[in-house]
């Protein structure tokens, strides 16, 4: 029973992996995701205080990252690259699940955001909640979502620059 689960879930991911976003996920009519207000953190390109995602009318990029996760460092070139190039049309957050102020100190995240050159709003998931209304299953993951709060893409595992990019322009054109 338990393989047969797991082959689920593994074939589910896949179709995310792959930019495939099933209907729970933002098919053809998602539900616009209700909004989380979440605490920043001080770091390069962020600031001490709040946001709200998906924002408000305005499209939206989350990166899901965890300072213990070694694909998350990977990756971080390309969300560079993708940030460089469409960041002034998307809020472009990264978010991690981090008991940031508890376990894992601001000082830790901040240290790592600057080790790997993150220069954007940066903030912390504590309860998961934001996690948890759009599906996130693991780390490294991103959903681009549109203006009307509809995530037009989602997915998980490392991509490339032109990957993102392609998501980020889903939610532009949502």
Same mark, same amino acid.
């Given at each position: 029973?338990?393989?047969?689960? !797991?082959?689920?879930?593994? +074939? ?14 933002? +098919?053809?009519? $998602?539900?616009?995701? #209700? ?9 390069? +390109? !962020?600031?001490?205080? %709040? *946001? ?20 998350? *460092? %990977?990756?971080?070139? =390309? ?9 002034? #049309?998307?809020?472009?957050?990264? *978010? /991690? $699940? ?6 894992? &100190? #601001? %000082? ?6 600057? %080790? ?5 709003? *940066? ?16 780390? $490294? &993951?991103?959903?681009?979502? =549109? ?9 998980? +595992?490392?991509? /490339? /620059?032109? #990957? ?11």
């Amino acid at each position: 029973m338990a393989g047969l689960a !797991s082959v689920g879930v593994l +074939g589910g991911a896949g179709a995310v992996a792959t930019g495939g976003v099933p209907d729970s996920l933002g +098919g053809d009519a $998602p539900e616009p995701v #209700e909004p989380v207000t979440l605490d920043t953190v001080d770091a390069r +390109g !962020s600031r001490d205080g %709040e *946001v709200t995602l998906p924002a408000p009318d305005r499209p939206t990029f989350v990166d899901f990252f965890a300072t213990w996760c070694s694909p998350c *460092v %990977e990756q971080m070139p =390309d969300l560079i690259e993708a940030h460089d190039r469409l960041g002034d #049309e998307v809020l472009f957050v990264s *978010v /991690t $699940p981090e008991d940031v102020g508890g376990s894992v &100190s #601001e %000082e830790t995240v901040a240290e790592w955001w600057r %080790e790997n050159d993150g220069d954007w709003l *940066v903030a912390a998931d504590v309860s998961a909640e934001l996690a948890a209304r759009l599906n996130v299953g693991g780390y $490294p &993951s991103a959903r681009a979502i =549109d203006a009307s709060g509809r995530v037009r893409w989602a997915t998980s +595992g490392t991509h /490339t /620059t032109e #990957e993102f990019v392609a998501g980020i322009e889903r939610a532009l054109d949502g």
